[in-house]
């Protein structure tokens, strides 16, 4: 608690505030004042978001203004608010705000490169919000600490306090609103942690593209060579497992930026999912679970507080929270130079795509912009088979510019730099979903492991003449039949028929881009005249 400290400059009159508090403090008030928290078996806090256990990517909206109006693709993901809306969500946190005893503040950054960081304030009603970004932000030195001054970006999070699903453009009682000109998030109706850190991530995608720096919905590690990969995949395809590798040192796990310096990472944190984690499997996330580390919405025995990874009564996206420092192989600074390599990861339930394939520059563009994976049959009431999923730029849910915008800044780098890009599939082999098996992490490692030894420079390859990529017909550790996805199927034609399915779903899907995306991008898609 910082005696001197107030918020009064935003209308906030409650005097108990917890400024940067340390975790032991933050521990003490979560388990005396937040329902349904405790202390795991191995000291992490055990906490409950409430009634939402994951984002509300429906009730987020941005304000419209004539100075970033033009520069938003707005639609389905991007949903406009108008000003005043806004203040009437403001002026009802604020209040909420007033009403309660004490409140929790972080100041912290957001980048590793102090070029381009910023100055974040979270305002917050919960110890478990306060230690989850204290987590996930890069935390202030004393000296700058004591030299703060005001932030570049403030957060409300009044989210144990509804919205008012009268007031206009309010589609329930949660609502996530980002206001660009005043530089303010307004949080209502969620107790989900992840809601505060996306909206950061959100503001540097806006922003970054404006000094020409490519913000990236990625994971990033480097070689003993200093040689950097980045790492993108949509939730569920592996991003966090495979850049946890004992072999390089971790840069971050899921917010990067590409400067003309090389890469940085936004966050100061992980944030991991926990289902079905083992120390098998994830031995650097498992091990990192200690004091310190905020553990959401997962299950324990109530006598040993031991945690059930593998229990999803109250949610599938059970979450672990922890700094970088948990992980003993980190590079810090969290900053290298250019990625040698790029690698798409995705999950085909389809069984269709191989497991490792290289991708020309303009058909890295198409698969970014794609960014393609999919849930398997069966989290859903009435899905029988594989659904397909596609989210621009592997995080579509919090690019603001045109997907295209970001495409051309990849492209461009990839260029310049002599980045090669890869596509991975850790999803299943043998056939689809139900009939096939999930491609063995053993395998998809040592492919990792072959792109960075350079083992695949020197091989033959085949090309795909649908999608056009080449694959290669050796690795290391990996049987050359599993390299071919046809050849671990035993119903030919039933894969060719997949193949033609999952083919007409990327093109189904590109058509929304066709008009904003350069012609090359287009062509470098998948072909359904081809013969499969």
């Known amino acids: 608690m910082t005696a001197a400290f107030n918020l009064r400059q935003y209308g906030i009159e409650t005097e108990t505030i917890y400024r940067n508090s340390s975790v032991p403090v933050l521990y003490e008030l979560g388990l005396r004042m937040e329902k349904g928290t405790a202390i795991s078996n191995v000291g992490a806090l055990m906490t409950y978001s409430g009634e939402k256990t994951g984002r509300s990517p429906k009730d987020k909206r941005i304000v419209r203004h004539p100075d970033s109006e033009n520069n938003i693709d707005w639609g389905e993901i991007n949903m406009g608010l108008d000003?005043?809306?806004?203040?009437?969500?403001?002026?009802?946190?604020?209040?909420?705000?007033?009403?309660?005893?004490?409140?929790?503040?972080?100041?912290?950054?957001?980048?590793?490169?102090?070029?381009?960081?910023?100055?974040?304030?979270?305002?917050?009603?919960?110890?478990?919000?306060?230690?989850?970004?204290?987590?996930?932000?890069?935390?202030?030195?004393?000296?700058?600490?004591?030299?703060?001054?005001?932030?570049?970006?403030?957060?409300?999070n009044a989210g144990g306090f509804p919205a008012n699903r009268y007031t206009s453009e309010m589609t329930?009682?949660?609502?996530?609103?980002?206001?660009?000109?005043?530089?303010?998030?307004?949080?209502?109706?969620?107790?989900?942690?992840?809601?505060?850190?996306?909206?950061?991530?959100?503001?540097?995608?806006?922003?970054?593209?404006?000094?020409?720096?490519?913000?990236?919905?990625?994971?990033?590690?480097?070689?003993?060579?200093?040689?950097?990969?980045?790492?993108?995949?949509?939730?569920?395809?592996?991003?966090?497992?495979?850049?946890?590798?004992?072999?390089?040192r971790l840069i971050g796990d899921d917010e990067h930026c590409w400067t003309d310096d090389g890469v940085f990472n936004i966050e100061g944190g992980c944030y991991a999912k926990a289902i079905n984690l083992s120390a098998e499997k994830e031995p650097d996330i498992f091990n990192a679970i200690r004091f310190g580390t905020v553990l959401e919405n997962v299950v324990y025995d109530k006598d040993t507080r031991e945690v059930d990874y593998t229990d999803t009564t109250i949610t599938q996206n059970t979450r672990a929270s922890y700094p970088l420092s948990f992980i003993d192989n980190i590079q810090v600074?969290?900053?290298?130079?250019?990625?040698?390599?790029?690698?798409?990861?995705?999950?085909?339930?389809?069984?269709?795509?191989?497991?490792?394939?290289?991708?020309?520059?303009?058909?890295?563009?198409?698969?970014?912009?794609?960014?393609?994976?999919?849930?398997?049959?069966?989290?859903?009431?009435?899905?029988?088979?594989?659904q397909a999923t596609f989210s621009s730029n592997f995080g579509a849910a919090f690019m603001m510019w045109h997907p295209n915008k970001y495409a051309e800044m990849l492209a461009e780098k990839m260029k310049k730099?002599?980045?090669?890009?890869?596509?991975?599939?850790?999803?299943?082999?043998?056939?689809?979903?139900?009939?096939?098996?999930?491609?063995?992490?053993?395998?998809?490692?040592?492919?990792?492991?072959?792109?960075?030894?350079?083992?695949?420079?020197?091989?033959?390859?085949?090309?795909?003449?649908?999608?056009?990529?080449?694959?290669?017909?050796?690795?290391?550790?990996?049987?050359?039949?599993?390299?071919?996805?046809?050849?671990?199927?035993?119903?030919?034609?039933?894969?060719?028929?997949?193949?033609?399915?999952?083919?007409?779903?990327?093109?189904?899907?590109?058509?929304?881009?066709?008009?904003?995306v350069n012609k090359e991008i287009i062509e470098a898609g998948p072909k359904l005249e081809v013969s499969v």
């Open 83 to 156: 000003e005043h809306t806004f203040m009437v969500n403001h002026e009802r946190a604020i209040d909420y705000l007033n009403s309660l005893d004490q409140l929790y503040v972080v100041d912290a950054f957001a980048g590793w490169d102090p070029k381009y960081r910023l100055k974040i304030r979270i305002i917050c009603t919960r110890a478990y919000h306060a230690l989850f970004m204290q987590n996930m932000l890069i935390m202030p030195t004393a000296a700058e600490l004591a030299n703060f001054g005001e932030p570049d970006y403030v957060v409300f």
């Open 172 to 248: 329930s009682k949660t609502s996530v609103d980002l206001n660009l000109e005043r530089k303010e998030i307004v949080i209502l109706g969620t107790q989900y942690a992840g809601e505060m850190k996306k909206g950061v991530f959100t503001v540097m995608n806006y922003l970054m593209p404006l000094e020409g720096v490519l913000p990236m919905h990625c994971s990033a590690n480097v070689g003993e060579k200093d040689d950097v990969t980045i790492l993108f995949g949509l939730s569920g395809t592996g991003k966090t497992t495979l850049s946890a590798d004992p072999k390089r």
């Open 333 to 386: 600074p969290c900053m290298a130079g250019h990625p040698e390599n790029i690698i798409f990861l995705t999950c085909d339930a389809f069984g269709v795509l191989p497991p490792v394939s290289k991708l020309t520059p303009e058909q890295a563009s198409y698969h970014f912009i794609a960014g393609y994976t999919a849930k398997v049959a069966g989290t859903e009431m009435g899905v029988t088979e594989p």
């Open 417 to 516: 730099h002599n980045t090669t890009a890869w596509l991975v599939n850790t999803g299943w082999t043998g056939g689809a979903h139900g009939v096939g098996s999930r491609i063995n992490l053993k395998y998809t490692r040592a492919m990792i492991d072959a792109i960075h030894n350079k083992d695949f420079n020197n091989v033959e390859y085949t090309t795909d003449e649908a999608f056009g990529f080449e694959i290669p017909l050796s690795c290391p550790g990996v049987p050359a039949d599993v390299l071919l996805p046809k050849n671990t199927w035993k119903d030919k034609e039933k894969y060719e028929q997949t193949k033609r399915k999952l083919i007409g779903l990327f093109n189904d899907n590109f058509k929304q881009f066709e008009a904003g």
